[in-house]
């Protein structure tokens, strides 16, 4: 394994790499990026991904599922991440009802996202009719990565955001479908929320990377949701989230104390403020208000 991180920002990450890195047994990180500067702060890391996934109707726009995302609201969002994210590959999430009609309409609203936002590939939830669509944006030439587990955009038919594939049977349908969106041309695979044996069992079984969230150390990769990493929302968070910061306490500090100071007179201080000559000061006071 290698213990060099990646230089940030240098040239981007080639997609084949991905697979190599499954080879060699390097671990892949990913995060989700909603702008230019969660793409830019993710590129600076030295993240090998980052997601524009469609949790940003959640963590940005304040929904409470994934659902209401829009095309025109996950394009403005990948345009911003993808500007920051010069390194790292980026992947832009598939709305729901951007793919679930037709293969036609997947296979345009990827192009969208390739031409209009400037990411390096897509993310469709699901296997089912999925594959299809899968197949279809793979055949266009855009790189897909599949999602299979806890899959947010349909967490109403699966009785609520839990985690899958806990009975043997329902484990081994998630191996299949791993498999089938393998075949269908997917170049990774996020595992959500799904036991740990699953997941081990997946990644032993495909060629290609998975990543996993909340699905165990044994996959190929890890992706975290950014404001759940870094703690940017009050209340708790799912179990599989690791928080390393807690910056929404230092943001709502920063920003009382802004409301203070404003309020008695502290700030501005005379360092925020601009001189100008005495002379111009001179004649400037002298001339009568209009
Ligand atoms: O939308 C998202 O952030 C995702 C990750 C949770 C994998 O799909």
Known sequence: MSTRPPTPSAGKLPLTRLAEMKRAGERIVMVTAYD??????????????????????????????TVPATMEEMLLLARAAARG????????????????????????????????????????????????RARAIAGAGIPVMGHIGLTPQSATALGGFRAQGRTATRARKLVEEARALEAAGCFSIVLECV?????????????????????????????????????????????????????????????ERYTEEVRSGAFPEEAHTYAMPEEERALFEATPPA
């Open 36 to 65: 230019y500067p969660s793409g830019r702060l993710a590129d600076a890391a030295g993240v090998d991904a980052v997601l524009v996934g469609d949790s940003a109707a959640m963590t940005v726009l304040g929904h409470d599922s």
């Open 85 to 132: 994210a010069a390194r790292p590959l980026v992947v832009a999430d598939l709305p729901f009802g951007s793919y679930q009609v037709s293969d036609e309409d997947a296979v345009r609203n990827a192009v969208r996202f390739v031409k209009e936002a400037a990411v390096d590939a897509v993310k469709l939830e699901g296997a089912g009719p999925a594959l299809s």
């Open 195 to 255: 036991p740990s044996p699953v997941a081990e069992r997946i990644t032993r079984v495909l060629s290609v990377p998975t990543i996993g969230i909340g699905a165990g150390a044994a996959c190929d990769g890890q992706v975290l949701v950014f404001h759940d990493l870094l703690g940017i929302y009050e209340g708790r968070s799912p179990r599989f989230v690791k928080r390393y910061a807690n910056l929404y306490a230092v943001a709502r500090q920063a920003l």
